[in-house]
Nanobody, 123 residues
Framework: QVQLVESGGGLVQGGDFLRLSCAASGRTAGDYAMAWFRQAPRKERDFVAAISWSGGSTRYADSVKGRFTISRDNAKNTAYLQMNSLKPEDTAVYYC????????????????WGQGTQVTVSS
């Protein structure tokens, strides 16, 4: 079992930045690829970014490329999502997810999920 806890969400203005954190605990948490998804009200949960267990491979949704950066610190069992140049359309609940080793971009590929953290960007 892997437990995931997100933090770092909040209310910001357009153009501001936030850094989300996802702390993982449990057996061999470092063997897991980590990802961020987001879900806006009345919309599906969408892929944002993912990073492999080693940190050597990353994937991003087109909507966040060049603005968001995913990273991880395996010594701390924590993944991060640095979000710059935030836009109102980035407003959503952001979820951290984990799966063994390799990245994926669909929700069904992930075995473990956090409870989510709210990000609200005002115009």
């Amino acid at each position: 079992q892997v437990q995931l806890v997100e933090s770092g969400g909040g209310l910001v203005q357009g153009g501001d930045f936030l850094r989300l954190s996802c702390a993982a605990s449990g057996r061999t948490a470092g063997d897991y690829a980590m990802a961020w998804f987001r879900q806006a009200p009345r919309k599906e949960r969408d892929f944002v970014a993912a990073i492999s267990w080693s940190g050597g491979s990353t994937r991003y949704a087109d909507s966040v490329k060049g603005r968001f950066t995913i990273s991880r610190d395996n010594a701390k069992n924590t993944a991060y999502l640095q979000m710059n140049s935030l836009k109102p359309e980035d407003t959503a609940v952001y979820y951290c997810a984990a799966r063994k080793y390799t990245v994926a971009v669909v929700t069904t590929a992930y075995d473990y999920w956090g409870q989510g953290t709210q990000v609200t960007v005002s115009s």
